[in-house]
């Protein structure tokens, strides 16, 4: 069937704005600990969602004000809802309804610094998005984009169901204009956009028995993950329900098995306008 251009792969329900929540403080440690926006007053965070990585600038960088864009009004409403209730975030950011790829601001703004995490992979051309974001800094802004590369993703004990049910998911996310491999091409992207100073980082998962707690718990949350487009995978005939039963079983299998091995890599890109 047809697929939905610019259609959200894990969909706006209550529960997955939640999901979102946790999967912010859960890999926050990973993301941040090479980020530094300490020097910055004000940053453009790009795709801002239900505000689950606002909240972790605003608490990691207290001199630091934001500017969001979010182009889904239930993500901005939820996002202002939960603002509300860090006391450290008011007054601090501002959230605007915005396509990414047409901003509303002035060449050169007064943006020092821009900020994206796990957006690119949902947005048809992001050549468009990083062309409008360098247009709307200041020169010699920094930005730090943080994406998903999804063919990195493995599994011990083998799960061939869990392996079917991860093409079909990313299948889906290209098909809908998405790239669930884009963190491998934020270089060459932002070299195509005319930002300097490009760098690249690889940051990985790899969780065995040296670490089983942690391991266990990331093959729980990355079930939630998998199976949060369960639904929108049905609907655009890409699974079954029975697939996803069998998802569910063989990572419960893995989650128990006493020689477990989860690995998964995201790239994290910075550059200067």
């Known amino acids: 069937m047809q697929v939905e251009k610019d259609k959200y792969l894990h969909g706006f329900t209550e529960t997955e704005q939640n999901r979102l929540y946790k999967q912010a403080r859960f890999v926050e440690n990973k993301i941040y600990n090479t980020v530094d926006f300490s020097g910055n007053k004000h940053v453009l965070e790009i795709g801002s969602g239900v505000g689950a990585q606002t909240e972790i600038l605003l608490r990691r960088f207290p001199e630091l004000n934001l500017t969001c864009i979010e182009y889904e009004e239930a993500q901005i409403e939820r996002a202002k809802q939960y603002l509300k209730s860090v006391p450290y975030a008011k007054g601090r950011f501002d959230i605007k309804q915005m396509n990414a790829k047409d901003m509303d601001f002035a060449s050169s703004k007064d943006f020092d610094g821009a900020f994206i995490c796990w957006v690119l992979e949902h947005i048809p051309d992001p050549s468009r998005v990083l062309l409008e974001m360098r247009r709307v ?15 990195t993703f493995f599994v011990e004990p083998y799960s061939p169901s869990v392996l079917n049910y991860w093409l079909k998911f990313n299948d889906l996310q290209y098909d809908m204009g998405g790239d669930p491999f884009v963190g491998a091409k934020l270089g060459n992207l932002l070299q195509s956009q005319g930002f300097k100073n490009i760098e690249t980082e690889t940051k990985t998962f790899h969780l065995d028995n040296r670490n089983p707690a942690k391991r266990a718990e990331m093959i729980n949350f990355w079930t939630e993950l998998l199976l ?4 929108q995978l049905i609907e655009a005939d890409y699974v079954d329900e029975k697939l996803g039963k069998k998802v569910a079983e063989e990572m419960r299998l893995v989650s128990k098995d006493p020689d477990a091995v989860f690995f998964y890599s995201f790239i994290q890109a910075k550059a200067t306008t």
Not at 137 to 151: F, K, Y
């Open 228 to 231: 949060s487009a369960l639904p």
């Open 137 to 151: 800094l200041i020169p010699g802004s920094q930005v730090i984009l943080t994406e998903v590369l999804n063919s």
